[in-house]
């Protein structure tokens, strides 16, 4: 699954790696968490990528209440073509969502270490993301999303069984293109790209109000603290939840 990342690159370099026309104005956010909002990037009808914030956590269009959108901050890759949740925006508003790295919890015998994991250059990448928009009853209009989640590769098995969705950016055209009926489920499958780097961060991150470039910086974890056997069983992580150890944000 994926419950927090980070996006620290400078806008230009986002507008770079992206193909927007122009550098967004964001800034670097370091401890991004479901129900915030945050930026994607998608198609506009022009054929044209634009970056737009919105509040991470899907509401679909048939919901009553936006509260179920706490619950659907991630979407299963293996189910998001047929899910009633997810089906929509799947055909219809794929979008990218632009990181530097996220992160994940590994079992360790004293507890749970957070570990930041990227690419090894440190440069930003695409996790496949869905948008909808949600209209209430009194006309309030409400954009959210959600990410993608598939099994984890080889490298990365160890510290969970999930992990987002990246989108190669060979492929960004592709993936954004709702017009294009060609089938994009092959985007879809577990990473094999260029090996991912992993590497333990500091527990502050577990709490949504801290955010700032130290997070993002190795530890040295106890020594004596060795990681559980890969094997060791592990408890049912619900896909539409975030991790039990980080603070969680009020479910609005």
Known sequence: MCGRYELSSHPEVIALAFGLPFPPDIRPRYNIAPTQQVPIIRQNPAGERELVQVRWGLVPRWARDPSIGARMINARAETVATSGAFRNAFVRHRCLVPVNGFYEWQQRR????????????????????????????????????????????????????RMPVIVPDTEYARWLDCSN??????????????????????????????????????????????????????????????????DQLPLL
């Open 110 to 161: 004293a507890g749970k270490q957070p570990l930041h994991i990227g690419m090894r250059d440190g440069k930003p990448f695409g996790l496949a993301g869905l948008y909808e928009r949600w209209l209430s009853p009194e006309g309030e209009v409400l954009d959210t999303c959600t990410i993608v989640t598939a099994s984890a590769c080889e490298s990365l098995r160890r510290i969970h069984e």
């Open 181 to 246: 009926p060609d089938d994009v489920t092959d985007l879809l499958g577990t990473w094999s790209g260029e090996p991912l780097h992993a590497y333990p961060v500091s527990t502050r991150v577990n709490a949504v109000r801290n955010d700032d470039a130290q997070l993002c910086e190795p530890v040295q974890p106890p020594p004596d603290d060795a990681s559980l056997p890969a094997d060791m069983p592990e408890a049912a992580v619900a896909e539409a939840a975030v991790e039990d150890e980080p």
